[in-house]
């Protein structure tokens, strides 16, 4: 019997060797080399170019043709603008998101809105499966080709056979190929698909669009080279229970990585948002305490964002804090400068924060926001619905500038509010605005300018 010949591999960062260890040499972290079995006899790759193996040459960069193919418009505008403008011929494209969040819906959704002929490989679900979930989508004539297969060999003859624009693989840790010996979604099995799939787009100039899983730390499973081998890494992100998604590009070398996509699921599938800032502020009649509207910006969208606080007495010894959309240390942080520097008493209180929409901010301009919203259910007054508040606050109780803050300005004035609270260290002029523009140095002027009054 043949020998069978098995190599270790970490889960964590695809580095191989020849024994079993505790902790991985490459990466540091402890029980992530596992067991797999790798063939004796390295076949083919599944993927043959029929050419034979040509030698590149090197040329003076003027030398090189310039001539750019057209990108492929997916017509899902959000799509489009995260990838920074459609879908590169040859590129190989990853979407990574946790289970459920709508990673499969989206693709099919493109595949089936393309003009062009798609090929939707899928080893996640039945072929009635996709079917009744495109009857969902709204199915309409369309030139896509449904495939469920996991073995790559099978796949590139069917690719061979339907000659599609894009191919769309659902997803990378379900495939396997027989040059590998180890189950699907092992470290080798991935990256030696990967590498096929990368090889058929670039020979074939058909661009592959990829699903992959990611792991509890919320990265992509699966070794870390499969993020370098990608061109672009998509992730889809937001609470799975609220219908508002993120796509965000985390790495993108045919655009900006700072663009986000924002989609709304519906039982039709999702819906694409346009207009993000709109849906972010609920809806009220009456005005009510602890609510604050920030001018954010995600990527380089300015979005407003609704934050909500309950401060109310603690009912056990330790007072609770907790924060839903935001940083809880950045939480704990406000809450000491406004008990140190502005005399608040909230040391014995129970704070909660949510940011509404059950998205999450990085940006530090939600601060004032943040603060104001707490001190807002503190005294228990409601702020004007026609403020909004765009600015860091700093250790010493000042309030910091922040970046692209005409951009925010504008937004707010776009959406309708008559008053934004900035830093006076922010240099922008008053007179070029209808909005008030009013600029703040300290936390008492802010609290003096909404509940004195
Ligand atoms: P799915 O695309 O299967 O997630 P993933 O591939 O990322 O695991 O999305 C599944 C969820 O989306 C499911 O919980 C139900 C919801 N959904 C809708 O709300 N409306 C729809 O039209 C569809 C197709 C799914
Ligand atoms: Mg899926």
């Known amino acids: 019997m043949a020998k069978v010949k098995t190599t270790f591999f970490c889960q964590n960062c695809g580095a191989q060797s020849a024994q079993w260890m505790g902790k991985c040499k490459a990466c540091s972290k402890w029980n992530t080399i596992v067991e797999e079995v790798v063939s004796k006899t390295q076949k083919d790759r599944a993927w043959k170019t029929d050419s034979t193996q040509k030698t590149n040459i090197a040329q003076s960069i003027q030398e090189i043709s310039l001539e750019i193919e057209p990108r492929i418009d997916t017509s899902n505008k959000e799509l489009d603008r995260v990838l920074g403008g459609g879908i590169v011929p040859g590129s190989l494209v990853l979407l990574g998101g946790e289970p459920g969040i709508g990673k499969s819906t989206l693709l099919l959704q493109v595949a089936l809105r393309l003009q062009h002929k798609v090929l939707y ?32 060999q099978n796949i590139f ?25 180890s189950s699907p979604g092992s470290i080798s099995q991935i990256r030696e698909c990967t590498a096929e799939l990368m090889k058929f787009a670039k020979e074939s100039g058909t661009p592959v669009l ?10 992509i499973a699966g070794p870390k080279i499969l993020e370098h081998m990608v061109d672009v890494v998509l992730q889809f992100e937001g609470e799975r229970n609220h219908v508002y998604r993120i796509l965000r590009a985390n790495k993108n070398r ?11 699921m519906q039982s039709q599938g999702l819906r694409e948002v346009s207009n993000p800032s709109e849906i972010l502020i609920s809806q009220k009649d009456e005005a009510l305490s ?4 920030s001018a954010t910006i995600e990527g380089v969208r300015p979005l407003m964002i609704e934050t909500q606080a309950l401060v109310s007495s603690a009912v056990y010894g330790t007072p609770q804090r907790s924060a839903t959309g935001f940083d809880l240390r950045r939480l704990s942080m406000l809450l000491a400068v406004l008990e140190k520097r502005c005399g608040f008493k909230l040391g014995a209180k129970d704070v909660f924060l949510n940011i509404t929409g059950g998205i999450k901010v990085d940006d530090p301009a939600i601060d004032l926001g943040v603060v104001c919203a707490i001190l807002s259910s ?3 007054m409601a702020i004007d619905d026609k403020s909004c508040f765009a600015a860091e606050v700093g250790l010493s109780g000042e309030i910091r500038p922040v970046n692209r803050c005409e951009q925010r300005i504008q937004e707010a004035e776009k959406l309708g509010f008559e008053r934004i609270f900035i830093s006076k260290y922010n240099k922008v002029n008053p007179q070029d605005y209808n909005i008030q523009v009013v600029t703040v140095g300290k936390m008492e002027e802010v609290f003096k300018a909404l509940f004195a009054s």
């Open 378 to 380: 503190n005294v228990d």
């Open 157 to 181: 003859q069917q690719v061979v056979s339907v000659q599609p624009d894009l191919l769309v693989v659902d997803s990378i840790q379900t495939l396997q190929t027989d040059t590998i010996d």
């Open 254 to 264: 045919f655009g900006s990585t700072a663009e986000i996509g924002i989609y709304e």
């Open 210 to 219: 990829l699903i992959g899983h990611i792991n509890k730390d919320g990265h």
């Open 121 to 152: 490989v899928t080893g996640e679900e039945s072929d009635k499966q996709i079917r009744m979930r495109a009857e969902r989508l709204g199915l309409k004539e369309s030139p896509c080709h449904i495939l469920t297969e996991t073995n790559t």
């Open 290 to 293: 602890g609510v604050a509207i």
